[in-house]
């Protein structure tokens, strides 16, 4: 039988703490080595949890390593694999008592598995556990103060409310529940990297309270804006702080551009399919069969997702067709260039995304043309000339910026003379 004693149901992670590992496993070798704890560890890593495993088979009467005790410091959670022999070994004692300190030092999550052991026999030290402890006061008579701060750990683990007891039954359902347990509990991570995200954390917290308006059904919203503005840089960053909330997530880029060459709507059709539901891809002759596929597969599933660059109704149609393709709570998020074209596909809600102010605008410029937020003494006047060239617009300050790095004043002068000649239009038609 495998159940979860008591599972929480969130944990907080103070942001202060640097992070090496998102778990750390201690196990007794010789009992779970080949066996649970390797499935256990290969689970975590396959659903992309960062999991320490120490696989070094230790001598008799090895000492600890500060690199271990590191280790564990470094984790968010410790998973304890409790089997019938981890008492015998005072390495995994060790490894425990450490744990339980980050517990209550650092507030570290601790999550206890009784793999084929009672928790009790953990807890008051019963039948095997007992032997090893019997074993352990013998061997350390002259430090029995040691020997109690074993004992205290085990009870202290056993009486944690995070505890999961396998007896027997179906294995890898069992680890797959604790896996999933392990991943609601972590921070989300970003999916997509996004660097200086210069203005754009309060347009992110409105297009998401924009999609949670309607949580009952399915949303879809459209981000629309002139090219270069940073609608797919948003999108970015709104997959990056909600896709952890969704049964399946997918991100396709470049939608316009990709589905131009040949078969590109049904390769974009199949990795849809692929990444929401974790499965590998699916072949399809034709995007009516896509089609067909996606509202079967998907119509019942809470998804997230994100078409980036749409430029063409069909693109809409044969991609995200419409509600009843999705399962309620569904999000799909449209960018484009074309309004028009969120109207004729019926988008209700949408987001006009604008210009940078000037605080942001050259705030987002000099971090590429200095690596900093504030222009270098002799550049003030200049950098705000880029301003007046870029008006706002993201990828022409990225692109200025670049373009002015490391270059000394008469450069700057040299190239600004040259933005100075180019119409108005033409720069930002080149974004």
């Not at 690199?67 to 022999?85: Q, Y």
Request: with cysteine.
């Amino acid at each position: 039988m495998a159940t979860q004693i008591a599972a929480p149901s969130s944990f907080g992670f103070p942001h202060e703490t640097k992070y090496r590992y998102d778990v750390f496993l201690s196990f007794r070798g010789k009992d779970t080595r080949h066996s649970f704890t390797v499935f256990l560890y290969e689970a975590l890593r396959r659903k992309g949890i960062n999991a320490f495993i120490d696989d070094k088979k230790l001598g008799k009467g090895e000492e600890i390593s500060p690199t271990l005790l590191k280790a564990i410091e470094r984790s968010r959670i410790s998973i304890i694999v409790f089997s019938r022999d981890y008492a015998t070994s005072t390495w995994c004692l060790e490894e425990l008592a450490h744990i339980i300190w980050c517990n209550k030092q650092k507030n570290q999550v601790v999550m206890p598995i009784f793999y084929k052991v009672d928790p009790l026999d953990v807890r008051y030290q019963r039948n095997s556990f007992e032997e090893a402890m019997a074993t352990l006061k013998d061997r350390f008579r002259d430090d029995l103060e040691k020997v109690c701060k074993w004992k205290s750990a085990l009870f202290e683990a056993a009486s944690l409310s995070s505890a999961w007891l396998f007896q027997d039954g179906y294995e890898f359902g069992f680890i797959e529940r604790i896996v999933e347990d392990v991943y609601a509990m972590l921070p989300p991570k970003p999916y997509h990297n996004i660097e200086h995200m210069v203005g754009l954390q309060p347009r992110v917290e409105i297009v998401i309270s924009l999609l949670n308006k309607s949580d009952k059904g399915v949303c879809m919203l459209g981000i629309h804006g002139i090219g270069g503005i940073g609608k797919t840089t948003l999108a970015k960053a709104i997959y990056n702080s909600i896709f952890y909330q969704f049964e399946g997530a997918c991100f396709l880029f470049d939608v316009n551009e990709a589905s131009k060459k040949f078969q590109g709507i049904v390769h974009l059709q199949q990795k849809l399919l692929s990444e929401t539901l974790e499965e590998k891809i699916m072949r399809f002759g034709s995007s009516d069969e896509g089609m067909s596929k996606i509202k079967h597969r998907l119509s019942h599933k809470r998804v997230l997702l994100v078409l980036d660059d749409v430029d063409e109704i069909e693109q809409l149609e044969r991609l995200a067709g419409g509600c009843d393709w999705f399962g309620c709570g569904s999000k799909v998020i449209i960018t484009t260039r074309n309004k028009q074209l969120l109207i004729a596909h019926n988008v209700q809600r949408t987001y006009e995304l604008v210009e940078l102010n000037h605080h942001d605008s050259l705030e987002l410029f000099c971090w590429h043309a200095f690596h900093m937020t504030l222009p270098p003494k002799g550049y003030e006047q200049m950098s705000s000339h880029v301003m007046s060239y870029a008006k706002g617009i993201p990828l022409a300050l990225k692109l200025i910026g670049a373009n002015l790095a490391d270059k000394n004043l008469e450069e700057w002068r040299s190239t600004l003379e040259q933005y100075g000649q180019i119409p108005e239009r033409t720069i930002h038609e080149s974004t």
